[in-house]
């Protein structure tokens, strides 16, 4: 059975724009340098060629996986979620207990999260504590920093 991957719909269009991407600009880019070095005859000992034939590899391996993940996605609208328990697609405000810092994080899908961008996977320790909470609830998480107690402040769909 194929597993389904979940994401937003801004993250399931990031992906596909990256993709577009890849594969419209950086691919033909990658041929016209590896074209360009093998004119400059013995490949056996030319940086550039070898250079070249390993960013295409790389491209390639990295448009292979965003087509597996693309064909994978369920995409979860999450404007037409509601309630005050946290799932998939919600954005929750939690109070540190030891440092009263506030932090702001929505839980997406393991190809969207960016921790920079206030998005964390589904499948992190903070997310996995989080889930099936409501606000004003306490929660222990165990990272690998260590054990943090948050405070649920609030639970909003955005």
Request: no cysteine.
């Amino acid at each position: 059975m194929v597993e389904k991957v979940p994401m937003t719909r801004g993250g399931h269009a990031a992906l596909a724009d990256e993709l577009k991407k890849r594969q419209s600009v950086n691919r033909p880019r990658i041929i016209e340098q590896i074209a360009e070095a093998r004119a400059h005859g013995d490949l056996s000992e030319n940086a550039e060629y070898h250079a070249a034939k390993e960013e295409q590899s790389h491209n390639e391996g990295r448009i292979a996986e965003l087509e597996d993940k693309l064909a994978r996605a369920d995409i979860i609208d999450v404007s037409k979620l509601s309630g005050d328990t946290i799932k998939f697609g919600a954005t929750v405000t939690l109070i540190d207990e030891d440092t009263d810092k506030k932090a702001v994080w929505q839980i997406v899908g393991e190809a969207e999260a960016d921790a920079k961008q206030g998005r964390i996977s589904i499948t992190s320790p903070l997310a996995r504590a989080l889930i099936g909470k409501k606000k004003g609830s306490s929660v222990e998480v165990v990272a690998p920093g260590g054990a943090k107690a948050y405070e649920i402040a609030k639970v909003e769909w955005r």
